[in-house]
């Protein structure tokens, strides 16, 4: 890891289960940077963090410098922008706009399938699946999104690899699956067993307890 110079120190405010700040761990753990993170509990949130994100008061927040930034993938692009070494931006415009699009877009219609049932539910699976074929496209040839080496937008998207197999289990929908989405199976095989990734995922009993109560209080609303 890449020791921070006095006065330079980063401190990353983050919580357990949020896909958001493994996205920004997941990133500097590539550019080995080291770094302090501190815990949040959002049902509790701290002075700092307050402080650090007066405008949605949510995590990730990257501090360097004394100075905070916020908001995921736009971290991404203040890490890349800041340590040069080990790039996870593709070099062509094209790729890096290609990229950024699918950051935002690879999870579309995901939570909406989590949170409903019936029709609704059925039409947001169609949804995910339109999706999830296009993303496929985007694998032919890759071993991860970022070529030979994990980028943006693997680093974007990663949360499908422990986010999909637990929506699937509780929802009894099957999303993604070898014979359906054989690129994006072994995606996420390969990223989920990656030096950068594999010690980070949340606890899995934890997280599905957790997304288990959350699905329980929305279908309770709707019905």
């Not at 501090?63 to 593709?90: C, D, H, Q, R």
């Not at 890096?96 to 699009?101: D, E, H, L, N, V």
């Not at 579309?108 to 296009?134: H, M, P, R, Y």
């Not at 072994?186 to 699905?215: C, G, H, N």
Request: charged residues 30%; neutral net charge; glycine residues 6%.
């Amino acid at each position: 890891m890449e020791e921070a110079k006095k006065g330079e120190e980063v401190t990353l405010f983050g919580m357990w289960s949020s896909p958001y700040a493994l996205r920004v761990i997941w990133a500097l753990n590539i550019k080995k940077i080291r770094y302090k993170y501190v815990e949040e509990d959002l049902s509790n949130k701290s002075d700092l963090l307050l402080e650090h994100n007066p405008v949605y008061k949510k995590v990730p927040v990257l501090v360097y410098k004394g100075k905070a930034v916020t908001e995921s993938l736009i971290i991404l692009e203040f890490i890349e922008e800041t340590w040069k070494e080990n790039p996870i931006m593709p070099q062509d415009p094209y790729q890096r706009a290609m990229a950024r699009f699918w950051a935002t877009a690879g999870g579309n219609g995901l939570w909406c399938l989590f949170i409903s049932e019936g029709k609704e539910q059925e039409e947001a699976l169609k949804s995910v699946t339109d999706n999830f074929e296009l993303l496929e496209k985007v694998l032919i040839g890759k071993k991860y999104f970022g070529g030979d080496r994990i980028g943006y937008l693997d680093i974007s998207v990663g949360f499908l690899l422990y986010v999909v197999p637990i929506y699937e289990e509780i929802t009894k929908f099957k999303i993604i699956t070898m014979r359906k989405f054989p690129l994006l199976h072994a995606w996420m095989e390969a990223f989920s067993s990656s030096e950068i990734v594999k010690d980070t995922l949340p606890p899995r009993e934890k997280l599905f307890d957790r997304y288990q109560k959350i699905r329980d209080v929305f279908l309770q609303e709707i019905n």
